[in-house]
């Protein structure tokens, strides 16, 4: 059985940090690339950064490249997103999936993915 567990999520204060996991079984892991999205009430939900386990690349948006840090433990099947400097535009209910191969050029897009887990809520107050 497919499975990503995402968790790590919760209520921090502006300028905080929280440190997401997302741990998968039931399929390759070496394989495919992971990709953390977001999704805040009333909008789309957008990719904010992804790790490819092919080449060991890793890319962000621009709302995050600084402040967040993506991360695998291949031995662990997990991916990992340190958030630090969190603000109250980054409240949302992040997601993991897996794209299976390299990661696509449009891996910020929601299309294409193979398996996605549950979200974990980040709430960020001001």
């Known amino acids: 059985e497919v499975q990503l567990q995402a968790s790590g999520g919760g209520l921090v204060q502006a300028g905080g940090s929280l440190r997401l996991s997302c741990v998968t079984s039931g399929f390759a892991f070496g394989r495919y690339a992971i990709t953390w999205f977001r999704q805040a009430p009333g909008k789309e939900r957008e990719g904010i950064s992804c790790i490819s386990s092919l080449d060991g690349r890793s890319y962000y948006d621009n709302s995050v490249k600084g402040r967040f840090t993506i991360s695998s433990d291949n031995a662990q099947s997990t991916v990992y997103l340190q958030m630090n400097n969190l603000n109250p535009d980054d409240t949302a209910v992040y997601y993991c999936?897996?794209?299976?191969?390299?990661?696509?050029?449009?891996?910020?897009?929601?299309?294409?993915?193979?398996?996605w887990g549950q979200g974990t809520q980040v709430t960020v107050s001001s």
């Open positions: 999936a897996a794209y299976y191969g390299a990661a696509p050029m449009a891996w910020m897009l929601p299309g294409g993915y193979e398996h």
